[in-house]
């Protein structure tokens, strides 16, 4: 059984932080294996699906606009909209998918937790897509635990808790109707953790990402690994002949 309290927010960020990551993960739609961030989530229709029906209000902050002011920005753009239930059930659904282990953190130790409010509460169009269907895979997961287990979701040991979520892990296609638009809408957040997670420092290490280090001396520029690639596709987009031209 997971304590809700103890995932209260236990390793929050300061809005700073958050918001950095948060525009990380909207300049990063091309890193591998992430789904993009302009991705939308996909929808279920029919009555094969208990996806539960839910008012969400919109929200109407201006967000950052066209022209930010730069030289006294706004301490904070919008307010964070997540509940302290909805954030407990986050961050076992975060600490599920990407734990802790080895001595390396998890998504929930750099605050990829923070990193998804400050995204659901975002007001433009994508975020508000996300926010929709996040919010009701939260209640989704409640209610399910309850017609299995008559328990919610928090209240179930971890075993039961993986069984659960393993019905909608992966886009099977043998996949039950009714779980379709749960399973879509779990891969939409795993994808956004997974981008919190690989744009913080620990992620970045963990890929081996060497960026913004100084090198001392000069430049010893690329391996010779590396230029064999870029040779060998200029050659297959037909630019060999204006490769390093100056």
């Excluded at 282990?101 to 400050?118: F, H």
């Excluded at 230029?227 to 987009?237: C, Q, R, T, Y």
């Amino acid at each position: 059984m997971t304590d809700p309290k103890a995932l209260s927010n236990p390793h929050g960020l300061s809005r700073r932080q958050s918001l950095k990551l948060f525009g990380m993960m909207l300049a990063s739609a091309a890193v591998p294996a992430i789904t993009g961030c302009a991705a939308s989530t996909p929808q279920v229709s029919g009555s094969a699906s208990d996806w539960p029906t839910l008012k969400i209000e919109p929200i109407s902050v201006a967000g950052y606009g066209q022209d930010p002011n730069l030289i006294m920005p706004p301490p904070s753009p919008w307010p964070k909209t997540l509940t302290t239930e909805q954030i407990a059930r986050l961050s076992r659904l975060t600490d599920i998918l990407v734990p802790a282990q080895n001595g390396q953190p998890g998504a929930l130790q750099i605050g990829a937790v923070d990193v998804i409010d400050e995204w659901v509460s975002a007001p433009y169009g994508q975020q508000q897509r996300d926010r929709d269907g996040i919010l009701r895979l939260l209640i989704w997961l409640d209610d399910e635990s309850g017609r299995r287990y008559s328990q919610p979701f928090l209240m179930l040991s971890e075993a039961q808790q993986l069984v659960l979520l393993d019905d909608i892990a992966y886009d099977r296609d043998n996949i039950d109707a009714r779980l379709q638009q749960p399973a879509a809408v779990f891969n939409r957040l795993r994808s956004l953790v997974l981008a919190a997670y690989f744009c913080s420092e620990a992620g970045s290490r963990e890929i081996g990402y060497q960026g913004n280090v100084p090198i001392s001396g000069d430049y010893p520029g690329p391996t010779p690994e590396a230029m064999a690639h870029l040779d060998d596709v200029l050659d297959e987009l037909g630019l060999s002949d204006y490769a390093y031209q100056q």
